[in-house]
């Protein structure tokens, strides 16, 4: 199986379902995208294990509502990481040693830096400043040749631990 095979979901649906989802996706949205092939139970259990992320609580719109978890929706794509991992044999150990050790930061990092950039983007906008315009694009491509970075890092250091098990 290739890198950007999937086990549930094909690259396409993942893509279609991040841009459907981009303020997140609830538990039952992920449940029902993998369509009998992720249970809540075990869906919460890559949470507990460290796995998948922690929900952020977003409050309901309406009175007395409270307020519900929610994920990224690339959550669907660390799911079928994790999913890909065990159908080649590794234990859940293994996965957090040596696949997804970094890959939570990694991606918290993603989301601060486009909340910031969200943020900072309004404000120029209603500004009207040029010059801080073209300093956030330029902002925009660091941030994301960065991250992008970090995770070929992260995939370079996973690799070097597959080859180190397969030879042992």
Known sequence: MSDTETVGLS?????????RNPAGVTVQQLVDAFAGRLTEATFRKYV??????RSVRVGRKGKNRGSQGMYPAT????IELVRRLM???????EIQRDHLFARGEIEELDRSIERAMSALGRQVEHRGDELATRKLV???????AFSALLAEIEQRVSMR?????AVV
């Open 161 to 165: 631990a597959r080859m180190e098990r």
């Open 11 to 19: 690259e396409r649906e993942l893509g279609d379902f991040e841009r």
């Open 87 to 93: 159908a080649e044999g590794n234990t859940i150990e």
């Open 138 to 144: 330029e902002a925009r491509t660091l941030g994301a």
């Open 75 to 78: 959550v669907a794509r660390r």
């Open 48 to 53: 507990q294990v460290g796995l998948l992320p």
